[in-house]
């Protein structure tokens, strides 16, 4: 008889305080014990994972799974995928959907859907559109609503009015609610749309939605978390403004943000570069905006890294400019853009250091700020979620290894060092880089 289920033998677990060498010991689901170097344990399976890093399976806290409705664009089969092959095994997925989620019985319904076909975990943000705050009622304590200040092709609820925004900072503070924003500001775009034309080139992006839509919603939120003191975390910050601003409330008030993968990666000259593909909704900005966003990442200011995983079609994308959609494909590239950008951000943190780094924004900080108790690090009683990392090996992003259903990446031809081997969850193999192959497809969700 074996002592445990699993045992990962011989690598460091990383945790956001630091690195450790021990065995890692799996029974049921949950780790069961961190094992010193020499106490031996059996397990019906043993995973030689020397010279690697164990991290805990990584939190994408914002995907749009595009599921009901969207399924074109992405599905739950795919997005998973992507997701377990970039070491994410906890996915929250926003709202805006056809039809929106915006009441448990539409949770409920997306379950059944998704039941069966998820190789991570996960949980629901609720979605909410203007006048109607009285919904938020119906929530549970610690639900998470979005909110979108700003609209595009895919999110059409838009809350603009200040007394709208009121009365769902003063719901969700009674109900023990979070509260995420797309924070740009759509009556700032309404007035430059007035005298500025439409894109017509990639370079047109940025001057079309600048930074004063994102810097004047954030400026909007920081006055009414101090108001009403309702938890407030800030989707997507794009700018140095932005971080600037939201590091300094924190100081005062519950209010967070998260950096996406792809604003700590590309700047607007890979936008001149790759056209209609890098239109983001914030767009990508310059490279002073990600240098700040990466030493935000670096300190600790940000929260969260998110992927924004928003897939649309190669067709899609390649529309003409007016009509070609913001969104890109990200879980799958997540951890590799946040352990390039610490990289990035301090050349001469060694290996651990940079991935305790990623840690904290991709699964304790996540973990805590959305209440996963069973989730985010690496810890005896905790779901046996685990990633092993091969910090040497190098690799570069091409179609073919892209899980996401729209079967393109904007990464296509990046380099990155530092490769998932392995992910599981719940103590099961769901991700193996060798031969790409998947597991089960029986991930849970979770509230
Ligand atoms: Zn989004």
Not at 117 to 139: I, K, N
Not at 187 to 199: A, E, Q
């Amino acid at each position: 008889m074996s002592e445990y289920d699993l045992v990962l033998h011989g690598g460091t677990v990383i945790g956001a305080g630091g690195a450790r060498r021990c065995d890692v010991a799996v029974a049921e689901g949950r780790i069961a014990a961190l094992l010193d170097p020499g106490r031996r344990a059996t397990g019906a399976r043993t995973v030689d994972v020397a010279g690697g890093f164990v991290l805990p399976g990584l939190i994408d806290s914002h995907v749009h799974f595009r599921q009901p409705g969207l399924d074109w664009k992405e599905d739950w089969s795919h997005g998973s995928r992507a997701a377990v092959a970039g070491g994410v095994t906890t996915v929250l997925d926003m709202p805006n959907t056809r039809p929106p989620l915006r009441t448990p019985a539409d949770a409920d319904a997306k379950q059944r859907l998704i039941d069966g076909r998820s190789l991570v975990d996960y949980a629901f943000h609720t979605g909410v559109g203007p006048g109607e705050s009285h919904r938020l009622r119906a929530l549970p304590a610690g639900a998470s609503v979005k909110v979108f200040l700003s609209g595009h092709h895919t999110a059409p609820d838009v809350v603009r009015r200040d007394e709208d925004l009121a009365d769902l900072f003063a719901v969700a503070k009674e109900r023990d609610l979070t509260l995420m924003f797309h924070a740009e500001d759509e009556d700032v775009f309404d007035l430059l749309d007035t005298w500025r034309p439409d894109p017509v080139s990639a370079a047109d992006y940025e001057p079309h939605r600048p930074r004063t839509g994102a810097i004047v919603a954030v400026w909007r939120l920081i006055r009414l978390c101090e108001r009403f003191g309702t938890r407030t975390h800030i989707l997507h910050a794009s700018t140095k403004e932005e971080a600037d601003l939201l590091a300094a409330a924190g100081q005062r008030m519950p209010i967070s943000f998260e950096v996406t993968g792809h604003h700590l990666t590309f700047t607007d000259a890979d936008t001149a570069k790759a056209g209609t593909r890098l239109r983001l909704r914030p767009a990508i900005r310059d490279a002073a905006d990600r240098e700040r966003l990466r030493a935000a990442v670096l300190t600790g200011q940000a929260a969260t890294v998110g992927s924004d995983h928003a897939p649309h079609t190669a067709e899609e994308k390649d529309r003409p400019i007016p009509d070609a959609p913001p969104g890109l494909p990200g879980t799958q590239e997540l951890l590799a853009a946040t352990v390039a950008a610490v990289q990035a951000a301090a050349p001469d943190l060694g290996d651990a250091a940079v991935l305790a780094c990623a840690v904290r924004v991709l699964a304790e900080t996540p973990a805590r700020l959305f209440r996963l108790s069973t989730k985010g690090a690496v810890e005896p009683g905790r779901d046996a979620d685990l990633v092993v990392f091969d910090p040497e090996r190098e690799w570069t992003v091409d179609a073919d290894s892209v899980g996401a259903k729209c079967g393109w990446s904007a990464y296509e031809g990046r380099r990155f060092r530092g490769a998932v081997e392995h992910t599981f969850r719940a103590g099961n193999l769901v991700y193996s880089r060798e031969g790409a192959r998947f597991g089960t497809p029986d991930g849970r969700r979770l509230r």
